[in-house]
């Protein structure tokens, strides 16, 4: 399902939604569908993925399974979401992976930091139904309209219960960042009124914004801050989380040699194109660490295993790669972990294959159409 084109039924699925949770629904209850069917990038920061695994509840683990809509290409050591047969079984792995990752954000913070980096299509899905939700919901509401990790713009909307009018504002508070110059603190807030709030964020320091409605409670959006290690001194590849930047090439029919970076889809999807070959290969040496990979040819079959930056593949003869392998090698390995993915003709991407897994087919004259790859230190 595409944000975009399906906002409408969302729309109208999450009015349904709210009119039977209002009495209890927290302020984002229901919204968070909206990131997590977002096409997110996660790959390039593990805290989205694990924010993205945190917004899954039984619920919308059973719903979107059924479906197969999103959330369910975000892998689990290298197993789409999809592939559990059951919730509790997926909640185990779940945990297993929050440890690992020493993951421990609440799910409103796992929310707001998953906010922050959405595209704009997504965030515009969070914010309607956000405002969906404060106009279906008594009680005071908080709207993020913008967050960037140096920007916070908030509208608040007060929605009372009938025969209730305007209610003073007894709690305004703002750790990690100020309102901009041009807005003052609201002294009270009218029925069905936005109040606009916009806020500039202190480099480095979690954004806490609370505000209270006389005789209701508090209301308040928190975003957190991640980052690496406090310890300067270390070289960044020591770092759990450190992504060293890939340079990779493919050589696509009709297109040639077409050269991408780490984490995104080299090569064109949906014109019927066979990748024919491809190389990866580290822009910075990594002491300790080395890359090594394969591949699978119309006609050849397997090839050997091959050192980074060696063409894998041919050019000018027309075979199709049809899948191929990753490995890391040396004293750092065990440290790192190597993902990557393939769009396979009448299959789609296949994503979050890890270390040493084939990606792909054999014997089934399917051609691999576009890759992707990245790195991440993981301990």
Known sequence: MTIRTNLAIFTIALN?????????????????VALVETNINYQFDSTLRMSMLHLIDRQSFNERRKSGGGGFTIPIKGVPVSAFA????????????????SFNLSKENAQTYLATYVPEGGFKAFTDCLRI????????????????PTYVSVDAYWNPPAGIGERDVTAFNVEGGRLVDTFLPPSEVEPNYYYALDFKRVADEPFRFTIQ???????????????????????????????????????QQT?????GKDGIWIGIKGQSKRLEGFSVSFEEEIPGLGLEYMCHLQSSGDSLWVKAGTFCGTRGQKRRLEGFAMRLTGQLAPSYQIVYGCHLQG??????????????????KKRVESMTVYVERIK
């Not at 949770?21 to 229901?30: C, E, I, L, M, Q």
């Not at 297109?255 to 050269?259: G, H, N, R, V």
Request: hydrophobic letters at 30%; aromatic letters at 10%.
């Open 255 to 259: 297109y040639s040699d077409l050269q």
């Open 133 to 148: 939700k404060a106009q279906s919901t008594n009680g005071l509401h908080l709207i993020q309209k913008e967050v960037t």
């Open 86 to 101: 059951d919730y509790d079984t997926f909640d185990q792995a779940r945990q297993k992976e929050f440890e690992k990752h």
């Open 213 to 251: 409605a006389e005789g209701y409670l508090p209301k308040r959006i928190s975003i957190p801050v991640l980052g690496g290690s406090d310890d300067e001194s270390l070289p960044p590849w020591l770092i759990p989380g450190y992504r060293p930047s890939l340079s990779v090439l493919v050589h």
């Open 347 to 364: 299959v789609g991407d296949v994503a979050g294959v890890v270390g040493s897994n084939y990606c792909g087919t054999r014997g089934l």
């Open 16 to 32: 349904a939604l709210f009119s039977v949770n209002s009495a209890h629904a927290s302020d984002t209850f229901g919204c968070e």
